[in-house]
């Protein structure tokens, strides 16, 4: 079965420090890639995708990707983080692209701290 | 264009109770999906509706149900609620599926607690 895997549960920094939050999944077949963020209370909001072509992905709010299909990983990084980045993000997986449907499998989810 | 609406954002029930619950997706889209969310499982799918069909189906037992209407509008029941049934509940909708533009709208959820 597919999975996702999100390699740290919590993850703290500094304002204006760098950020990379790992994702790793198993899959045997084609994937699109997801990361979405979570703020309390809220729903999720898509950051960035990879459905084909060029492995590295920009999304909003300075946040890129890159997927490493050899390594199954698509890392989130963010150059320089602020306070407002405070969230928990989230990782996904559509196993066959987009034949599944509505269907995404989900890591369990990074807390990003970011300290003043 | 307004986004994916949830309703009721809060409800309290209490064991052995049913509950429905409604998302209303963005104008066009014709996919509905649901998910579940809770600390110790994450998130999980539900499943899927695409004009009135079920596409796919996640690994949830029988009282869990949906249904979408003509108008694309979605519903989804849950009865003989447990405990466990506690969780965020998030919709999430789209054009045609993930196929169509890879990507999914989500609604701000319906939080259930079950006492």
């Known amino acids: 079965a ?3 895997t999100q390699l740290d549960s919590q993850v703290p920094v500094f304002e204006e420090a ?4 790992r994702c790793n999944y198993s899959s045997s077949v084609s994937v699109y890639l997801f990361w979405y963020v979570q703020y309390p209370n809220q729903g999720l909001q ?4 990879y459905l084909s072509g060029s492995t590295l992905v920009k999304g909003i709010n300075g946040f890129e990707a890159e997927f490493n299909k050899s390594q199954t990983s698509f890392h989130l990084r963010k150059p320089s983080v602020h306070i407002s980045d405070t969230a928990e993000y989230f990782c996904a997986v559509s196993v066959g692209g987009g034949t599944s449907y509505g269907k995404l499998t989900f890591g369990q989810g990074t807390i990003l701290t970011v300290h003043p | 264009k307004a986004g994916v609406t949830q309703t009721p954002r809060y409800l309290i029930k209490t064991r052995g109770q049913q509950v429905t619950l409604s998302c209303s997706p963005i104008s066009g889209h014709r996919s509905v999906s649901w998910y579940q969310q809770t600390p110790g499982q994450g998130l999980q799918f539900l499943f899927e509706y695409f ?5 796919n189906k996640g690994n949830f037992p029988g009282r869990f149900s949906g249904r979408q209407f003509s108008n ?4 989804m029941n849950v009865s003989t609620l447990e405990l466990g049934d506690s969780a965020l509940y998030l919709c999430a909708s789209s054009p045609g599926g993930l196929a169509a533009t890879g990507e999914l709208f989500f609604g701000e959820g319906s939080r259930l607690t079950v006492l």
């Open chain 1, 18 to 21: 760098p950020v990379e939050l």
């Open chain 1, 46 to 49: 898509l950051l960035l995708k």
């Open chain 2, 51 to 55: 004009s009135e069909t079920q596409r």
């Open chain 1, 2 to 4: 597919q999975s996702v």
């Open chain 2, 72 to 75: 694309s509008r979605s519903e």
